[in-house]
């Protein structure tokens, strides 16, 4: 991933899910500081229990949807809250589609708070 502009510092919502998690251990890798923003809907504690220890990680248990502000300055927004896989859609289907849409709005929202230089999301 190719980044050369504002903080280093990135907030990755869906941040314990399969995919944020190991997008929170790269940017680490990357010399990021990382925020990740989790529900743990879908997600689990085992997938970032072992970033934990690195003072450059923190952990944020909070629905996407309800988050009021991110202390301190955001340079990237990865917004990968949501369930994945048909089966998920399935099981939680009314929180699949706030997090594809008011989800998304508010970390929009985040990031123009923060006037983040970049964003992106799966969902
Ligand atoms: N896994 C894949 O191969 C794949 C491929 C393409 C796109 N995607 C997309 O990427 C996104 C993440 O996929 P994944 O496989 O990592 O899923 P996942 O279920 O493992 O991770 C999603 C994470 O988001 C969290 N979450 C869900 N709703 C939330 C909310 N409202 N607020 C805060 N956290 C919330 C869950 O607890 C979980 O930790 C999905 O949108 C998925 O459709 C996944």
């Given at each position: ?26 940017l ?19 997938n ?76």
């Amino acid at each position: 991933m190719s980044y050369a502009h504002g903080s280093r510092r990135a907030l990755i919502t869906g941040g314990a899910g399969f995919l944020g998690s190991h997008l929170c251990e790269r940017l680490l890798t990357m010399d990021f500081e990382v925020v990740c923003l989790d529900n743990f809907l879908t997600g689990s504690a085992a997938n970032i229990a072992y970033l934990l220890h690195d003072p450059r990680f923190q952990a944020i248990e909070c629905d996407i949807n309800e988050v009021a502000e991110i202390p301190g300055e955001i340079g990237l927004v990865l917004h990968f809250a949501s369930p994945a896989s048909p089966a998920d859609y399935l099981r939680f289907p009314i929180q699949t589609l706030q997090a594809g849409s008011s989800g998304t709005l508010r970390a929009l929202e985040v990031a123009r708070a923060n006037s983040t230089f970049a964003v992106f999301g799966a969902a």
